[in-house]
């Protein structure tokens, strides 16, 4: 028998330990000039003239984004656009996160966009992040957008031109590129690596980077590990995020000594993972993946479905239970269907806690690793060797209790009056989670009457889709949680909104429409889409009683990184779930709401030919 009124206090107490006054305010950004820069995974850059020349489209970013927008472009017929980003290739994320062990959350078979077009089979269900990598480059050749890619190359300002109706970007590498349109499709969602605001951090006179800029060079091995540099070290690791979940075993598979600093305990579920059968694979009838990824969505928000095609610790962890409705047209009993989440939810932790006594020896360390908080809290992790790492003689858990370490110095990492002196300090710290397009790219974009749209969005995200912004005419974000559509899987979210800003971008060409800004009228009637259906993204009550993390702009509702909108940052996403959202954007396009909700400007003869 669960006793709930003991485990709702253990949630507060513990919840209570990790509660900071500063906030996001704990953490150091990493800035220009230092490692956020530094491209780790390239010799040099490679030499070019500057480019200066018109195209219809710019696309800044060359993450899935990105490329998802250009592949939706290529198929539209819109074949002039510019797809530039600071790193060497394509990939995004999956460029820039190379540390060993990484690897998708989500299954292969949902997760990698355009599997059936591309023919291609994941080797495993939860496919290795080089895999990843090297299938988004498989994407960029077979649509021909290397052609059209610049890299290497950081973009410094991007302002419109109102006289000529363009967009002129420029960037380090003395280019001017003049566009009708732009994609921003720079992350932002979690992008910007940052780093804990530990005492003496720079002190450290050993070797230190963040996960998304694993230095191999010092490691040995590979994104599917193989340390073997680090056979002689001694290595600490703070961060039991996703990230640091899966270098984790890694690192102590081939260190001398690990010692992981844990602040929080993560929900570390089964991951079962496997090679995919071909057979299987081969069986698949035409549109499967369509179907399988709406299946995965539908059990992520409770719509029922009448067969759970996929089926893994996603779906369990997280898969609520399906709102019954009654029979007879009357309205469902919210409360009780509050009350059976909950005993779902509890359910799920119980399972979750019970599997750390299963697989860790020593019942101290066992203990220290229990999480003691709702599924929701933060995003829940999947291993089948983390847990068991924790039984090696050279593995410390250093359970800082919430706390974190309290200072490094130039030899290691304190925690309570000791210090552990170390030859590797990795930070798997995480990102500054849904900042603004400029943020996350490092530039600012100037919109109308000079205004930028750090300004535009000072106090809240202002926008109409989570697209498209008033006073910024012809841009188009790309991109989750910004008052768009939320799922765990943000590329079901990032190709829908690609095939809708290529169409629409079509149409614009095609009708002649040269400039369209919506109005702050379309802006407003969004935000209050936003305000009215905040609590069906998450509960916003219970998220903001959960243990701090990004979620819950780290327990810390006052202020929200840059927006400062006083919101947790599922409250400004779309709350009534990716498949209303996919239907709310074919309406603006079929209808040409755009024509009402926007200004326009009319070029007298076409411009798409
Ligand atoms: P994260 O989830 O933000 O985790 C950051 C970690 O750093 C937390 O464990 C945090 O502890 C810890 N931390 C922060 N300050 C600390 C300090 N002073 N001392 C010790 N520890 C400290 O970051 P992440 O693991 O990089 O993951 C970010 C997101 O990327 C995930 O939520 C997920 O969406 C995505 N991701 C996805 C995959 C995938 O397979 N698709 C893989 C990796 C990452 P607290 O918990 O106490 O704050």
Known sequence: MIDKEAIAKKYADERAKRIRDEGTGQYVAMEIGSQMEADPFVDGVAERDPITKDTDVAIVGAGWSGMLAAVRLRKEGVDDFTVIDKAADFGGTWYWNRYPGIACDCEAYVYLPLLEEMGYMPSMRYTPGDEILDYAREVGRRFDLYSNAVFQTVVKTITWNEDALRW???TDRGDEIRS??????TGGVLHRPKLPGIPGLESFEGHWFHSSRW????TGGNSRGNLDKLHDKRVALLGTGPTGLQCFPHIANSAAETFLFQRTPMIVGPRDNG?????WFEGQEPGWHKRRSDNFEAQMIGVPVEEKIVTDEWTRV???????????GSAPDMAAYMAEIEDYDLAQMERIRARVDELVDDPEVAESLKPWYATHCKRPSFHD???????KPSVHLIDTKGRGPDQITSKGVVFDGKEYEVDLIVYATGFEAAVSPGRSGGFDVTGCGGRTLADAWARRVRTVHGIQTS??????????LRQAAVSVNLLYV???????????IKQLMDDGITKLDVTEAAVQEWCDIMDANMDLVFNAEQVRLCTPSYFNNEGNFDTHGEFKNGRPIWADAYGLGPFQYSEVLAKWRDDKEYETKAEIVRDSESVSS
Do not use: C
Not at 275 to 279: A, F, G, H, N, S
Not at 385 to 391: G, P, R, W
């Open 168 to 170: 002129i970007v420029t």
């Open 180 to 185: 009708r349109y732009l994609i921003l499709g």
């Open 215 to 218: 230095d191999f060079d010092y």
């Open 275 to 279: 090679e995919t059968d071909p057979q």
């Open 318 to 328: 997280w898969g609520i239970p399906p709102l019954e409705m009654p029979a007879d």
């Open 385 to 391: 060797e983390y847990l068991q790492s924790f039984n």
């Open 471 to 480: 006073g910024f005419p012809n841009m188009f974000v790309i991109g989750g």
């Open 494 to 504: 990032y190709d829908e909104q690609a095939k809708h800003v290529a169409n629409n």
